[in-house]
């Protein structure tokens, strides 16, 4: 178990130090949400009605942004070699590193995508019931996008098949993230399911996507 | 199954079979089309488009089936690792991306007049949508990976993983509120259609299925070949 948690601090370190975590996805995040309010226009209403969709597909496109850097720089220097021949099993390596990616970009995103919302004229009813979604949401997020970096690792277009791979899957997040956000404002008896079934997105994948992922490392390295 | 691991019989087999696949599709297809085009009764507020659904319902089935049948072979693959069933998946894919899109026009064509609008984003409509990307998915990770063994096993992942919608489209009339009409064939209750229809549908269901059946061995016969072709200049080049 130790070797799971030193997994998990060693990539939170990586993804601090190198850059491309979190700051490079909060700014790819800060950046979109600039550019949604001079695409539509600054009507504040359409604005305020448009936030939680709109948040949501940016958390979306930020965590996706930074899934490359999950397995590819360990590809590249052998150590995921390494991790596949070392005592711990594959799957926990897979789901450690999913943890990590979460803890360093999805969490935080998730925290401060709320207070952004402001860009947005965010309904402020809506700050917390957005910021409990998107917590929970955000563990399915990373752990898909870390199934997809998993079948992706090594691949010269990685990049684009990996949105064509893991936005697909993303559709059930997004769907109940915002229908549970926008249930504050609309039908408040929606709240409850709507969270109900994202936490169960997220149990889901946090048995399942680890498993496929070290699948998929174990193909790589065959 | 193990017995048709072998490609070469396995060819000799789809040989034997396929003029009478081809026969009976051109004939179901016949017989269907004109039962489902002449024969079966105008709807009394759809009129003709009705129509539409017997080339609709039948391929929105096979784009599910198609896939299940992919799933699966997919699962095999992984499993015993049967040198034919990653053809299988492989070649199921592009067949199945077909029929879902045919699903998704056509009821686009007859959601234009039915409902007065092409699209509507309800649970059935998106996870069909959803179907469709996931084939482009699949099929863009046999292109993107050179060796045949590591795409084989990757995709075979893949089809696994999107395999979480099938039952989701199934249900998704079920679950939600959809504009998308509920199942009203397959029901614990029997059919909900009157049989002038329902005959005309299962004509064409079966017509389909055995157009897939036709296209799928034509291909995998196709892809043995390619393969076999492949193993060869290979082995010039290296002398």
Not at chain 1, 176 to 183: E, M, Y
Not at chain 1, 201 to 208: D, E, K, P, T
């Given at each position: 178990m130790s070797m799971f948690w030193s997994l998990i601090r060693r990539d939170i370190v990586l993804t601090l130090r190198q850059g491309g975590g979190a700051g490079m996805a909060l700014g790819f995040f800060i950046t979109v949400l600039v550019l949604l309010p001079l695409g539509i226009g600054p009507d504040l209403k359409f604005l305020q009605r448009l936030a939680p969709g709109a948040l949501w597909i940016t958390l979306l496109l930020s965590v996706l942004l930074s899934t490359d850097r999950i397995f590819a720089p360990d590809y590249e220097d052998g150590s995921l070699e390494l991790m596949t021949m070392g005592p711990m099993p594959l799957?926990?390596?897979a789901l450690a590193k999913s943890v990590a990616h979460w803890l360093g970009t999805g969490l935080p995103l998730a925290i401060l995508a709320p207070g952004l919302g402001v860009l947005l004229n965010l309904d402020a009813l809506l700050f917390g019931p957005i910021l409990l979604a998107m917590v929970l949401g955000s563990l399915a997020l990373s752990l898909l996008a870390c199934l997809g970096a998993a079948i992706t690792v090594g691949l010269r277009r990685?990049?684009?098949i990996i949105s064509l791979l893991i936005l697909p899957l993303y559709v059930p997040v997004l769907i109940?993230?915002?229908?549970?956000?926008?249930?504050?404002?609309g039908v408040p008896e929606l709240f409850?399911?709507?969270m109900l079934i994202l936490t169960a997105?997220?149990?889901?994948?946090?048995?399942?996507a680890p498993i496929a992922a070290a699948a998929a490392i174990r193909a790589h390295m065959a | 199954m193990q017995a048709y691991a072998n490609p070469t019989r396995f060819n000799a087999l789809a040989l034997t079979i396929l003029p009478w696949c081809v026969g009976s599709t051109v004939l179901l297809f016949l017989v269907g089309l004109y039962y489902s085009l002449v024969v079966a009764p105008q709807d009394y507020q759809q009129g003709e488009t009705v129509r539409i659904m017997f080339i609709h319902v039948p391929a929105a089935w096979m784009a599910m089936a198609t896939y299940t049948v992919m799933a699966l072979a997919s699962a095999v693959a992984i499993i015993w690792r049967h040198p034919l069933a990653d053809v299988a998946a492989k070649t199921a894919a592009p067949i199945g991306a077909c029929f879902t899109f045919l699903a998704l026009v056509t009821g686009s064509l007859w959601g234009k007049p039915m409902w007065g609008t092409w699209w509507v984003w309800d649970a059935r409509l998106t996870s069909v949508f959803v179907l469709f990307l996931l084939y482009l998915g699949y099929i863009a990770i046999w292109q993107a990976i050179e060796e045949p063994a590591k795409a084989a096993r990757l995709a075979a992942i893949v089809?696994?993983?999107?395999?979480?919608?099938?039952p989701i489209i199934k249900y998704s009339v079920d679950w939600w509120n959809s504009l998308h009409q509920p199942a009203s064939v397959f029901r614990m209750d029997g059919p909900a259609i009157h049989s002038s229809i329902l005959i005309p549908l299962l004509i064409m269901a079966l017509a389909y299925t055995m157009l897939f059946l036709t296209l799928h061995l034509i291909a995998m016969r196709t892809e043995i070949m390619r393969r076999r072709i492949h193993n060869m200049e290979q082995a010039e080049v290296q002398g």
């Open positions: 799957e926990l390596v990685g990049g684009m109940f993230g915002v229908s549970a956000t926008n249930a504050i404002t409850g399911p709507s997105i997220s149990l889901a994948s946090l048995v399942l | 089809a696994l993983v999107g395999f979480v919608n099938i």
